[in-house]
């Protein structure tokens, strides 16, 4: 079974300032995906970002970018020039590309707090 | 748009009692998911659906069921309802190797 680790609970940062998350994951399988979900107070799901294995180029969305390192097995997410709208609980994801149902393991997430 | 609808958003419930959410999606995805999320943790698979009339376990099914009687909805039923099912619970949906994509959570008391 896979399992997902975000073995940060908690981080503050202030406004405009950069945030890194971490993530690491077990898995003995080559082709997967792996997501960031933020979760915000309205407790929406929101997706953030996705990242296919079998590309070595890490993906970007506007401020959110990821720095995937396979060999290690690691997933960390970088909020740059944060926003007050970026507090939020943030959830690492791992979805397996052959397994049926697409089924998603998730982390137990890391509460992010943007300071003014 | 409405994307993944969740019906009722809120619910008090009495030990024993037994009820069903629904979820519905208006974006023909094959697959639909129902996780529980309990306070500071993830999201943990109850029951999954890869297309009509089929339905599979998740990680913690146990005092659940579930049916996809059509495409577009999914129900996810408590028999019996205990204190221990107390969450907030959501629904998703997706293609096959796409994102899922989630409904708003209904929250779930049972005391």
């Known amino acids: 079974a896979q399992t997902v680790t ?4 908690e981080m ?28 915000p107070p309205s407790r929406q799901m929101i997706l953030v970002i996705r990242q296919e294995a079998y590309k070595q180029q890490n993906a970007t969305e506007n401020r959110f970018s990821v720095n995937f390192q396979k060999a290690a097995k690691s997933f960390s997410l970088k909020i740059s020039d944060s926003q007050l709208g970026d507090t ?14 697409n ?10 707090l943007v300071k003014p | 748009n409405a994307g993944v609808t969740q019906t009722p ?9 037994s009820m069903t959410l629904l979820c519905a999606q ?33 990680e913690v099914p146990d005092g659940y ?6 495409k577009q909805n999914f129900l996810l039923g408590l028999e019996s309802a205990a204190p221990s099912q107390t969450s907030v619970y959501f629904c998703a949906s997706s293609r096959p190797y796409q994102p899922q994509h989630f409904g708003d959570g209904t929250r779930l008391s049972i005391l």
């Open chain 2, 9 to 17: 958003k809120f619910r008090v419930l009495k030990t024993g009692q």
């Open chain 1, 103 to 112: 089924k998603l393991t998730f982390g137990g997430g890391t509460r992010v």
């Open chain 1, 12 to 39: 503050s940062v202030q406004e405009a300032e950069t945030v890194t998350l971490s993530c690491t994951y077990d898995t003995s399988e080559n082709n997967y995906y792996l997501f960031w979900y933020k979760q």
């Open chain 2, 26 to 58: 208006d974006m023909n995805h094959e697959y639909m998911y129902w996780y529980r999320q309990d306070p500071g943790m993830g999201l943990r698979l109850i029951h999954y659906s890869v297309g009509e009339g089929t339905t599979a376990k998740g």
């Open chain 1, 88 to 101: 939020a609980m943030y959830f690492c994801a791992f979805m397996m590309s052959r397994a049926a149902g």
């Open chain 1, 6 to 9: 975000q073995s940060q609970p």
């Open chain 2, 65 to 70: 069921n579930v049916s996809r009687l059509k």
